[in-house]
């Protein structure tokens, strides 16, 4: 079975290399996009997505200065999957993602109130311009 799309439809390897595309049909899609984008937009509904997403990072942190928790709430918390409706990137075994993982989930929770002991405190420039008009 071939694992490369260049191999696939025979097309030179080289050519996928020179656009920067992709040339996997094993291996997913490698695309993040930063959620804190969000941080500088105008819109309404984006700013409260910031909010959002500042509100659970201050969860997270404020359960590592609680101290340790479960491997369950580390998975469910921490490990932050790939959501399935949101098919970015595609390979032989599904679009399901792997997200970030155990490790990265225990690291998190170990360091985030040490490294972030403020966080959450600098809001969006936008965001109270947002609350006064809504």
Same mark, same amino acid.
């Given at each position: 079975?071939?694992?490369?799309?260049?191999? $696939?439809?025979?097309?030179?390897?080289?050519?996928?290399? /020179? $656009? &920067?595309?992709?040339?996997?049909?094993?291996?997913?899609?490698?695309?993040?996009?930063?959620?804190?984008?969000?941080? $500088? /937009?105008?819109?309404?509904?984006? =700013?409260?997505?910031?909010?959002?997403? =500042?509100? $659970?990072?201050?969860?997270?942190?404020? *359960?590592?200065?609680? &101290?340790?928790?479960?491997?369950?709430?580390? #998975?469910?918390?921490?490990?932050?999957?790939?959501? *399935?409706?949101?098919?970015?990137?595609?390979?032989?075994? &599904?679009?399901?993602?792997?997200?970030?993982?155990?490790?990265?989930? #225990?690291?998190?929770?170990?360091?985030?109130?040490?490294?972030?002991?403020?966080? &959450?405190? *600098? *809001?969006?420039?936008?965001?109270?311009?947002?609350?006064? /008009?809504?």
């Amino acid at each position: 079975m071939a694992t490369f799309i260049s191999d $696939y439809f025979d097309v030179d390897a080289a050519l996928f290399e /020179s $656009y &920067g595309a992709l040339n996997s049909i094993v291996n997913d899609l490698p695309l993040f996009i930063d959620p804190f984008l969000l941080f $500088y /937009s105008e819109k309404p509904e984006y =700013i409260a997505l910031h909010e959002a997403i =500042i509100t $659970y990072f201050v969860f997270l942190r404020d *359960r590592a200065a609680a &101290g340790p928790v479960s491997e369950g709430e580390l #998975r469910n918390w921490c490990c932050f999957k790939e959501v *399935r409706q949101n098919p970015l990137g595609f390979s032989v075994s &599904g679009n399901g993602g792997a997200g970030l993982g155990m490790d990265f989930a #225990r690291n998190l929770h170990a360091n985030l109130n040490v490294i972030f002991p403020d966080f &959450g405190k *600098r *809001r969006s420039p936008k965001a109270a311009t947002w609350r006064k /008009s809504a």
